[in-house]
């Protein structure tokens, strides 16, 4: 049975738990929709993943509880693997500043995403709505339908009560490890790609990275600056090993079929090497340890559900809500499509299928993933059908669809990475959506203007 609508008004008290991209973009758009809004952000500042932050964990892989949890995954070399034009929200396009200090380059490093994001909660006066440095412990239904947070600063904890939690909170922070065959007894190190920050540590040292994901596809870059070899295990390789064209010291290999204490690692393929160092870039976790829904909403093999697309508990829906849960996608512009759809539906401007019907709707989706052989744990990636998603969301809020000029972008960016593996970043050959998508914001957005300007 779906929860009773907390009051009979159409605007709401709304938390949001994380002051990243996404619960910037969900703050806005409540905001904007007149709901009252306070975000809660364990960190000093706002920005999420995007801050880069130097410090590790105690626990290099991860599995440890305990441990101290550093929120941010980002290395220092870290550049966008999208051109800019794509990324940025699309009522506020992230273009090139002149000011001083800003990276105008077309893919960005991490330092000038963290400055566009800065630049659009000034814009939109969102700072004024984070509490920083607050951490949510705790969010569960109460009585009358409504939602308490229980939170902690400064060492003390108190608790609130809201008509809707939206939550942001991103899922960059509990690593996933991959399950190798003897591991206990191997006597080299692991961590985590989401505690490599530099490659100082890994000079003239043999490291096996393991994964083909684009951290995979940078840091292995990166380490092989110092490292002595480099080789990359990944399930997407299924040739003997070779060496990666265009570097002396990368190569590739199917996944690893074990390891051995006296330090070697055999490969799918038969090939073996001796290794000292273990680097998964094998993803992440969800994880909200803080939400207590009575098992309304679990997580079972890395599938948050059951969600009616991907943002609304059918039976809780629209007080509980997700933003930013699908990945391998262009994150900022689905961050705005989410959130506005959000902030009409619990103001009653949108109107969201009966429980009954979001649930049979999910339960479609699960079955026609069973039937095409799609594992649970890639239920939320979206890369073969993103821009489908938002358009359909997009509808759903009365917004416009994704601009074509924004589609055909990230199909030619997408090509050039394959094509161009080393230099994408800095060469690429779509100057005609470059210009037509400098047209689009120059027509319709003053404050790119602003931006550009300086």
Not at 136 to 164: F, M, P, Q, R, S
Not at 183 to 202: A, E, F, L, M, T
Request: glycine share 8%; net charge negative; aromatic share 10%.
């Amino acid at each position: 049975m779906p929860i009773p609508i907390p009051n009979p008004t159409r605007l709401r008290h709304v938390a949001v738990i994380g002051a990243g991209a996404g619960g910037l973009a969900a703050a806005r758009e409540l905001r904007r929709e007149g709901h009252t809004v306070v975000v809660f952000e364990r960190e000093n500042n706002i920005g999420g993943t995007w801050v880069y932050d130097p410090r590790t964990e105690s626990d290099p892989l991860g599995p440890d509880p305990t441990r101290n949890i550093v929120h941010g995954s980002l290395y220092a070399s870290l550049r966008t693997n999208l051109p800019r034009e794509v990324m940025g929200y699309r009522d506020y396009p992230f273009v090139a500043s002149t000011r001083p200090g800003r990276d105008p380059r077309r893919y960005p490093g991490h330092k000038e995403v963290m400055e566009y994001l800065n630049d659009y909660a000034t814009e939109f006066g969102l700072g004024e709505l984070v509490r920083f440095e607050t951490e949510v412990l705790e969010v569960g239904i109460v009585e009358n339908g409504k939602w308490k947070v229980k939170y902690g600063k400064n060492g003390k904890v108190d608790d609130e009560v809201y008509d809707a939690v939206v939550v942001c909170n991103g899922h960059y922070t509990e690593p996933r490890i991959a399950d190798i065959p003897g591991i206990d007894s191997w006597p080299g190190k692991q961590i985590h790609s989401h505690n490599y920050r530099v490659p100082d540590p890994y000079r003239n040292q043999v490291v096996i990275m393991i994964g083909s994901a684009a951290s995979a596809v940078d840091i292995s870059r990166d380490v092989s600056t110092v490292a002595k070899e480099v080789h990359i295990a990944s399930r997407s390789y299924n040739n003997g090993a070779s060496k990666l064209p265009g570097h002396n010291n990368i190569w590739l290999h199917p996944m690893i079929e074990s390891v051995r204490e006296e330090g070697s690692v055999t490969f799918q393929d038969g090939s073996e090497v001796r290794a000292s160092i273990i680097l998964h870039c094998t993803g992440y976790k969800y994880h909200f340890p803080f939400l207590k829904t009575n098992n309304i909403v679990t997580v079972d093999d890395n599938r948050v559900g059951p969600l009616y697309k991907h943002i609304f508990p059918p039976t809780l829906a629209p007080w509980l809500s997700f933003v930013g849960l699908p990945w391998k996608v262009v994150p900022f512009p689905l961050f705005e499509y989410q959130s506005k759809w959000i902030a009409g539906a619990l103001s009653g401007k949108f109107s969201l299928p009966s429980p009954e019907e979001m649930m049979k709707d999910v339960e479609n989706f699960y079955s026609s993933m069973e039937t095409a052989g799609i594992p649970k744990r890639y239920t939320h990636n979206l890369a073969s059908c993103q821009y489908e998603y938002n358009d359909w969301v997009a509808a759903e809020c009365k917004s416009a669809p994704s601009e074509e000029w924004r589609k055909e972008m990230y199909v030619s960016a997408s090509k050039s990475k394959i094509v161009r593996p080393e230099t994408y970043r800095d060469e690429w050959d779509d100057e005609h959506l470059i210009m037509q998508a400098h047209e689009d914001f120059n027509k319709n957005f003053k404050v790119a203007k602003n931006l550009i300007k300086g």
